[in-house]
């Protein structure tokens, strides 16, 4: 069975801290895909990353840095010198690999990020 | 242009009626789902169809029915609607096969059951 574990249900953060949202996830397939999204308060489920099994490198993108590790079966997610715009809610997601249209998008619980000025 | 987009934005109603949420998307994926997202913000899908066909119907009650008339529309019939049923109701679409993209969302439909 497939789960993803966001052990973080809410972090509270001052304006320029560096945060780290934590994903561990559990799959039996060797193929997989792993997703960040976020949930602004306005609602809308906004895409951040994806990545494949067979691509452990790290990614960074601005303040935002992802690290993908196997062996632990994490894919952490790390924000640089948060802003309060960067208050919201973390999804992390997990699928499997194509399966004749069977495919699920399995959620982690979500963190919740607070940034305070 | 919206990639996918749901209507209603707000649904209030009372115990016992019947609503439909429709979605749409425009990106031209071959698969759709619903979520639905608690008021703990736990995000479950429901129902996934891949090419107009229904793939996934997770423990759903009866009461919940989607339709596809085509790859690009899913929707979302309820019928006599229960005080449970309030949450907020996401549309997404995806393209799956030798790599597996991303899902995009639809603004979500908050539903509430009075």
Redesign the interface.
Known sequence: AQKVTQAQTEISVVEKEDVTLDCVYETRDTTY?L?W?K?PPS???V?LI?R?SFDEQNEISGRYSWNFQKSTSSFNFTITASQVVDSA?Y?CAL?G??S????????G??T?LAVHP | DTAVSQTPKYLVTQMGNDKSIKCEQNLGHDTMYWYKQDSKKFLKIMFSYNNKELIINETVPNRFSPKSPDKAHLNLHINSLELGDSAVYFCASRQLGVSNTEAFFGQGTRLTVV
Do not use: D
């Open positions: 895909y997703f999204y949930q609602g809308e489920l895409f994806r494949n809610v999804f699928s690999p194509f004749g249209g069977y495919n699920k998008l399995i959620f619980a979500g919740r």
